[in-house]
């Protein structure tokens, strides 16, 4: 889409499709990064039956890991950007600062943080990738990003649905594949439900997925969600 735009000469029309790839990137990673924080020691109990010692040592730092996965989207979407806009060279600017703070981070709080240093190392060389990347982006796409419908909302919906998939997993009491799927079920329907009472998602926005225009279109025949062209 975005390079379509680009060779009509349409730089807005390129802008805005830069500016719903950001929006919708948000909306997949936020949800999985906070739902994966959130149920990091069950998804180890159940990979590693039987090994609770597993489950215990590694569950922190998993749990911060996790939230690694947001800064991973944004990283992708705008690394395809840039690339669309024939700036290859700048991903690996970003990677590189990132990489530096990273092994900066290590060697301050391996020390004091043990286990968890290396986590939280990554964290932050994703974090200092994508605000690069976001610099970058906003230089040569000039997109205009609604930052309350695209980060504030999503992380009200992924909050909510993260505090069902926690409530949802300690209601069985115990650890097994039916709690944890009856939690991450429980999670994507209100998340999704959430999401759709917010109007975070327009139905171009859903257009936009594999398969979206049919779901975008039963949605609408049924007065669920919004069109909202852009």
């Known amino acids: 889409y975005i390079t379509a735009a ?3 000469g349409d ?16 909306l997949i ?5 906070l739902g994966m924080s959130v149920l990091a020691r069950p998804i180890l109990s159940f990979l590693f039956v039987g090994d609770t010692d597993m489950a215990e040592h590694a569950g922190a730092p998993l749990s911060l890991l996790a ?21 290859q060279g700048r991903p690996l600017i970003a990677m590189l600062c990132g990489v530096l703070v990273k092994i900066f981070a290590l060697y301050l709080l391996t020390p004091r943080l043990g286990a968890l240093a290396a986590p939280l190392a990554t964290l932050l060389f994703y974090l200092t990738a994508v605000c690069i990347n976001f610099y970058y982006v906003f230089r040569y796409a000039m997109p205009t990003v609604d930052w309350y419908k695209a980060f504030l909302l999503p992380t009200v919906s992924a909050f909510l649905a993260a505090v069902c998939a926690y409530g ?19 999670a994507a329907i209100v998340y999704f439900a959430a999401g759709l009472l917010l ?13 979206g225009k049919r779901l975008s279109a039963f949605l609408i025949r049924h007065h669920v969600i919004r069109t909202n062209k852009i």
């Not at 990673?29 to 990064?33: D, E, I, K, N, V």
Request: aromatic share 8%; charged share 10%; hydrophobic share 55%.
């Open 168 to 186: 949802a997993y300690r209601l069985f009491g115990t650890d097994g594949a039916i709690p944890l799927i009856a939690a991450i079920g429980g």
């Open 29 to 33: 990673s936020l949800p999985a990064a």
């Open 11 to 26: 730089a807005v029309g390129a802008g805005q499709y830069v500016a719903v790839g950001i929006r919708l990137s948000a």
């Open 67 to 87: 939230l690694s996965v947001f800064f991973l989207g944004l990283l992708a979407i705008t690394n395809a950007v840039l690339q669309a806009y024939g700036q």
């Open 6 to 8: 680009r060779a009509r």
């Open 199 to 211: 109007g975070i998602v327009s139905a171009e926005d859903l257009a936009l997925l594999p398969r």
